[in-house]
């Protein structure tokens, strides 16, 4: 079936500290791979996308590669703010379908 | 403003009593789903539609309806609930559908005791 795993939290880090969120998928077929974002108390905001394998999508400094040798669908960024404090869902689609991973919190702390 | 709303935004209801959740977008976007997000295992797609009167079941359509009469609304509609249905439910909308960016509501978290 289709599922995605993401590496489980809480994550805190220091400002200005490196973040790398890892995301492996199972899927059938040929998904599209997305990242969303949960800030606290709202609905949930497309962060990036990628639709094809070794498509790199980025928004707002973080960016992921989408590596369907190793299934993976990791996010990056270079510098974490303390805006960046939410929650962070890694989801594929495949068909008519969409399947997002359990989330992964991360706290900046400045 | 383009948005996605949903009501109520707090339920708190008894098991067997029906309800409904309503959605509705302003976006005059095709594709709606319903999610449900519950602590430790993320969202869970329950229901979605392509469009007008196209409605499918996603991964735990057990226990739900949905209708989809007109482009703009897409009801969840809860028969008899049960406190397993006790969760934060989303409503969102895309375009054409999934593989486009997906506009989520505020969320409605229910509770049924």
């Known amino acids: 079936g289709n599922s995605v795993t993401q590496m489980e939290g809480p994550v805190t880090l220091s400002e200005e500290a490196f973040l790398t969120i890892n995301c492996t998928y199972t899927?059938?077929?040929?998904?599209?791979l997305f990242w969303y974002v949960q800030y606290p108390g709202e609905g949930l905001q497309l962060l990036l996308k990628?639709?094809?394998?070794?498509d790199k999508g980025s928004n707002k400094g973080f960016e992921a590669t989408y590596r369907k040798e190793t299934t993976s669908f990791h996010l990056e960024k270079g510098s974490v703010q303390v805006s960046d404090s939410a929650v962070y869902f890694c989801a594929l689609n495949t068909g008519n379908q969409f399947y997002f991973g359990t989330g992964t919190s991360l706290t900046v702390i400045p | 403003e383009a948005q996605v709303t949903q009501n109520p935004r707090y339920l708190i209801t008894v098991t067997g009593k029906k309800l409904t959740v309503t959605c509705s977008q302003n976006?005059?976007?095709?594709?709606m789903s319903w999610y449900r997000q519950d602590p430790g295992l993320g969202l869970r797609q329950i229901y979605y539609s392509m469009n007008v009167e196209v409605t499918d079941k996603g991964d735990v359509p057990e226990g739900y309806k949905v209708s989809r009469k007109e482009k703009r609304n897409f009801p969840l509609i809860l028969e008899s609930p049960s406190p397993n249905q006790t969760s934060l439910y989303f409503c969102?909308?895309?375009?054409?559908?999934?593989?486009?960016?997906?506009?989520f509501g505020p969320g409605t978290r229910l509770t049924v005791t």
């Open positions: 969102a909308s895309s375009e054409r559908g999934p593989q486009d960016e997906q506009y």
């Open positions: 976006m005059n976007h095709e594709y």
């Open positions: 990628a639709t094809k394998a070794d």
């Open positions: 899927a059938t077929g040929y998904p599209s």
